[in-house]
């Protein structure tokens, strides 16, 4: 299986600021990565797909970056409604997909 | 508007069985693949389960094999997760979630459904 690890964890920043989750892939999956967010109790939301491509409805302040085993979501400037869990996952292999570790944004 | 609705979870005893279901509308169900995701309480996403549209092809994580079938029924746009020999360590939330040919070639979970909460204890 594709391991995907992501950093750090958690991290505590204030509305405005510039925040950096970074996420690495075991291997070369080209831009088979997709980022999800998570708030407590609701299901994940997809926010990025195919490394850098926003899905529709979803800020511009959100961006993905990266290809092969580095890979990197930006939020330009944080929101209150960015609290929450994020998640990159893995598309590369189909037949089994796997999910980095979660990082938590929390308010600093 | 996609909706994807699980159901069938609840409080179940080590070595029991459950049957969840999940109920798609929204889009033609029949042509997309599905998948089981769960979590468990504080922790990170696991991929569970995914099967094609026909439900000719499926696959299962490697360490979930044997206890776990995935089934749907496309006349009723249901999906389902049969779980067997429960265990403690299988409390988690259990979502069922669209995989989408987003771009050509490339497939993605884009769309996910309410959770549902199986609880294993005694």
């Known amino acids: 299986d594709i391991q995907m690890t992501q950093s750090p964890s958690s991290l505590s920043a204030t509305v405005g600021d510039r925040v950096t989750i970074t996420c690495r892939a075991s291997q070369n999956i080209s831009k088979y990565l997709n980022w999800y967010q998570q708030k407590p109790r609701k299901a994940p939301k997809l926010l990025i797909y195919a490394a850098s491509s926003l899905q529709t409805g979803v800020p511009s302040r959100f961006s993905g970056s990266g290809s092969g085993t580095d890979f990197t979501l930006t939020i330009s400037s944080l929101q209150p409604e960015d609290f929450a869990t994020y998640y990159c996952q893995q598309s590369y292999n189909t037949l089994s997909l796997t999910f980095g570790g979660g990082t938590k944004v929390e308010i600093k | 508007e996609v909706q994807l609705v699980a159901s069938g979870g609840g409080l179940v005893k080590p070595g029991g069985s459950l049957r969840l279901s999940c109920a798609a509308s929204g889009f033609t169900f029949r042509t997309y693949n599905m998948n089981w995701v769960r979590q468990a309480p504080g922790k990170g996403l696991e991929w569970v389960s995914s099967?094609?549209?026909?439900?000719?092809?499926?696959y299962y994580a490697d360490s979930l094999k044997g206890r776990f079938i995935i089934s749907r029924d496309n006349a009723k746009n249901s999906l389902y997760l049969q779980i067997n020999s429960l265990r403690a360590e299988d409390t988690a939330v259990y979502y069922c979630?669209?995989?989408?040919?987003?771009?050509?070639?490339?497939?993605?979970?884009?769309?996910w459904g309410l959770g549902t909460l199986v609880t294993v204890s005694s």
């Open positions: 979630a669209r995989f989408n040919d987003i771009l050509p070639g490339y497939f993605t979970v884009d769309s």
């Open positions: 099967i094609s549209g026909s439900g000719n092809y499926i």
